[in-house]
C-alpha cells in the first residue's frame, strides 16, 4: 500500500501517519518530494481496511499494490529514478553506455579498451575481475588486481567502473574500486546476498537471471531497496529458451514491461544476450528502440584471444559502429546519447 500525503500536510501530520502505519503493523519506507511526501506501508494484511488510512489528516490518497514488489513498483513512485554516478545519469533522457571487455586481462588490454571505448562515447567501464565461470577450469578472473587495473584505466580516460561483485566477502574491497556493483545473472536469487547489496554504499546493477521472470527480477530488486539502497538498476542480459541457435534469447519485450511497471531504470547486454559476435549491433539498436536506458557492451581490442566470451565481444570498430547507429535511433525517439 502506497499512501501520498495532501501537499500542504504538516511534518506533524505525517509523523502521525507513520506512527498509524506502524500501529496497523507495517513498516514504512518514507519518500519526500517536493510538493507530497509518499509512504511505502509494507506488510499489509488480506483484510486490511485502507479507509483506515485515507480518513487521517494530511492523506491525499492510498494505493493499493497489487504486485508483491512494493518500493520497486511504479505505483510506489511515479517518476523515473534516476542512478547518479558521479556526474553519469542512469535513468534520464540520456541513454548511457557502458563498455569494456568481458574480463580484465591485462594492464595492455584494459587501457587500449578503455581508451577506444571513451572516444567514441561510453561513460563507464566494464570487465570483471571476478568472474562466475560455468567452468572451475575456466579463467576465473584476476582479482583485485584486475580492480586496481580497472580503476587506473578509467581514470585515465574519464569513465566510471560496473564491476561484478559474487559474494558478500567481495563488497567492501569492490566497493574500493568500483562506482557501481554488478550483481550477475547468477546471483540475481541469492538472497542472502541481495540483503547485504542493500547495505551497500554503491549503486547496484542488478542483471536478470538466466530463467528468471520479470516479477522474479523485480522481486530480487526488491530484497536490495528494502534493504535501504535506492540506487539500483537492471539490466536485461537475455534468458534461456528452448532456442539454441543463440547463446540466449534477447527479451526486448522485458523493456516496455519493466518501464510500466517500475521506476527503475533499465538498460540491455547484447552482449550476452544474444552471445554471437555478428548479432549485437542489431540488439543493440532494437534495444535503444524499444526503451533502454542505457546499454552494456563486450568490447575487446583481441576478441579472438579474449579469455573469456570473444565470440560475443565486438571489435573496436565494430564498436564504433553500432555508436553511429544508436545515436541516430536515440535522435529518433527524443533521447540522447552524449
Ligand atoms: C558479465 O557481464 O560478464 C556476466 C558474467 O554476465 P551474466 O551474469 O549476465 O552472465
Ligand atoms: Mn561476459
Redesign the pocket.
Known amino acids: 500500500m502506497v499512501v501520498v500525503t495532501e501537499p500542504g500536510a504538516t511534518e506533524k501530520q505525517i509523523e502521525d501517519i507513520i506512527k498509524a502505519l506502524h500501529e496497523h503493523g507495517f513498516d514504512v519506507h518514507r519518500s519526500t518530494g517536493v510538493r507530497q511526501t509518499v509512504l511505502g506501508a509494507i506488510g499489509v494484511h488480506p483484510d486490511f481496511d485502507h479507509r483506515q488510512v485515507e480518513l487521517l489528516p494530511g492523506v491525499a490518497e492510498v494505493v493499493r499494490i497489487t504486485e508483491p514488489y512494493k518500493l520497486a513498483s511504479r505505483a510506489f513512485q511515479k517518476e523515473g529514478t534516476i542512478v547518479q554516478v558521479g556526474d553519469v545519469k542512469i535513468g534520464g533522457n540520456d541513454v548511457v553506455i557502458i563498455a569494456g571487455p ?1 574480463s580484465v586481462e591485462s594492464e595492455k588490454q584494459i587501457f587500449a579498451v578503455a581508451e577506444h571505448v571513451s572516444r567514441t562515447g561510453a561513460r563507464l567501464l566494464r570487465g ?1 575481475a571476478f568472474k562466475p565461470r560455468t567452468s572451475p577450469y575456466s579463467f576465473q578472473g584476476m582479482g583485485e588486481d584486475g580492480l586496481k587495473l580497472m580503476r587506473s584505466a578509467a581514470d585515465a580516460y574519464g569513465l566510471k567502473v560496473v564491476t561484478e561483485v559474487m559474494d558478500k566477502s567481495q563488497i567492501a574491497l569492490v566497493e574500493n574500486y568500483a562506482d557501481v556493483l554488478q550483481v550477475g545473472a547468477r546471483n540475481m536469487q541469492n538472497f542472502t546476498f541481495l540483503k547485504d547489496l542493500g547495505e551497500a554504499s554503491k549503486p547496484v546493477m542488478l542483471k536478470r537471471g538466466l530463467s528468471a521472470t520479470i516479477e522474479e527480477w523485480l522481486m530480487s530488486a526488491e530484497y536490495i531497496l528494502s534493504g535501504g539502497n535506492g540506487n539500483v538498476f537492471l539490466c536485461e542480459r537475455g534468458i534461456r529458451t528452448f532456442e539454441t541457435a543463440t547463446r540466449n534469447t534477447m527479451d526486448i519485450g522485458a523493456i516496455p514491461v519493466v518501464k510500466r511497471k517500475s521506476h527503475l531504470p533499465i538498460i540491455a547486454d547484447p ?2 544476450g544474444i552471445g554471437i559476435r555478428d548479432k549485437v549491433i542489431p540488439m543493440a539498436r532494437a534495444a535503444i528502440a524499444a526503451g533502454a536506458d542505457g546499454l552494456m557492451i ?1 568490447v575487446h581490442n583481441d576478441p579472438d584471444h579474449a579469455k ?2 570473444g565470440a560475443q565481444s565486438l571489435f573496436p570498430e565494430q564498436f564504433d559502429q553500432m555508436m553511429r547507429e544508436v545515436r541516430i535511433i536515440a535522435e529518433a525517439i527524443g533521447r540522447h546519447i552524449a
Open positions: 568481458c570483471g552482449s550476452h563486450e573469456s566470451d
